[in-house]
């Protein structure tokens, strides 16, 4: 399998120093990026939509927030009586950790999905999940969105008892934010997925073709 020239740790200075401007340019855009991002406009919501909480309770729109303004939805591919899990959205989910420090900056993190309570808590219960998972099945609330059959990202504000989405990402969008793909893109072999341009020889397999579920590798 081919593998990165090996040269002196001078020259691989040099060449690490030079990549560094790169990255350096490109974290300056992403900080443009994101003050446009704050600077989006948001839509107002109703807030009447019923959700079901973990715990079987039915809450509002409002009541997802957890007494924070800013509210951070992964929408979880999963609709009422579907016959797989969706590797992708297992595989984001692992990745989010304990949620002190954005509860710190008035935030709150949820799981989102059609699909009603009792078809996500065995998926739930598998996977030891801790971060809150509620149900919007019975509800609108997703075609109004119009967020369609995949997984998604959606950003809301809450200001007393209005509500706003005020972003929206799906696709790369989302898999930009998980950890491990990010530090698979640090490393010599990458992702090894067909899409990403690599030298020669190295390892790839057609997108996500690798993915498994946690407990079925």
Known sequence: MNRPQVVSAAQWQAE????LVKEKELT??????AAQRRRLPMVRLRTDYAFIAPDGKKVQLTDLFDGRRQLVVYHFMLSEGQDFICDGCASFT??????????????????????????????RRRFGWTVPWFSSHGSDFHDDLH???GFGLSVFFRDGDEVFRSYYTNGRGVDRLRLDLNLLDLTPY???E?????????P?????????LRDEY
């Not at 790839?204 to 498994?212: D, G, I, L, N």
């Open 16 to 19: 690490r120093d030079a990549l």
């Open 28 to 33: 300056r855009e992403l900080d443009a990026l």
């Open 194 to 202: 067909e899409w990403e341009d690599s030298p020669e020889g190295r």
């Open 190 to 192: 990458g992702r090894q």
């Open 94 to 123: 692992d990745n989010i950790g304990h949620q002190e420090h954005l509860n710190a900056r008035d935030t709150t993190l949820i799981l989102l999905a059609p699909a009603p309570q009792e078809e996500i808590e065995p998926i």
């Open 147 to 149: 967020l369609g059959d």
């Open 204 to 212: 790839q397999t057609p997108t996500m073709a690798w993915m498994r």
